[in-house]
C-alpha cells in the first residue's frame, strides 16, 4: 500500500499507528509539501502537485492508495477530484486529529475512511 501525504509528516510511531489503521505495511510513504499561493488558481496547483507525484497512470489505477489530505477544506476538495480522475475511484483517506493538549500541535492517525463506499452508498437514496 501507498501512503500519499499531503499533510502534516508522520513521525515512526504515528506510522506504526497508520498501519495498524489500514491493516499493512506501507511500500511506499510520500510526504507531499502542499503549501499553495492563495493569489493563485488552487486548481492549477493541486493538478501540479498530482502530477509531481512519482506515479505513472497505471500505478494510479492498480496500487492500493490510502491518502492523508491537506486541512484546508477547499485544497482536500480539489484534490480529492483530481485523484478521482486518474484514479478512477475515490481513494481512502486517512483522517488525522490533533493530539489534545500537546505543545507544539501534534497530529496522529484517528481512522481510514472509506470514501468510495461513502460515495456508493449516498447513490442508494439519490
Not at 488552487?42 to 494510479?60: G, H, I, Y
Not at 468510495?116 to 452508498?121: G, H, L, V
Request: proline fraction near 9%; glycine fraction near 2%; charge should be neutral.
Amino acid at each position: 500500500m501507498i501512503l500519499l501525504n499531503f499533510s502534516h509528516p508522520l513521525s515512526p510511531q504515528q506510522l506504526q499507528l497508520a498501519e495498524s489503521l489500514v491493516s499493512c505495511k506501507f511500500e511506499s510513504v510520500l510526504e507531499i509539501k502542499t503549501h499553495l499561493d492563495h493569489q493563485t488558481s488552487f486548481p492549477e496547483q493541486v493538478e501540479k502537485l498530482v502530477s509531481d507525484v512519482p506515479l505513472n497512470s497505471a500505478q494510479w489505477q492498480t496500487s492500493k492508495i490510502v491518502v492523508i489530505t491537506p486541512s484546508l477544506a477547499a485544497i482536500a476538495s480539489i484534490l480529492l477530484a483530481v485523484l478521482h480522475g486518474r484514479m478512477g475511484y475515490f481513494p481512502a483517506i486517512l483522517r488525522v486529529k490533533p493530539v489534545p493538549g500537546s505543545l507544539p500541535p501534534v497530529f496522529e492517525p484517528a481512522e481510514v475512511i472509506n470514501l468510495q463506499a461513502i460515495r456508493d452508498n449516498a447513490r442508494k437514496v439519490r
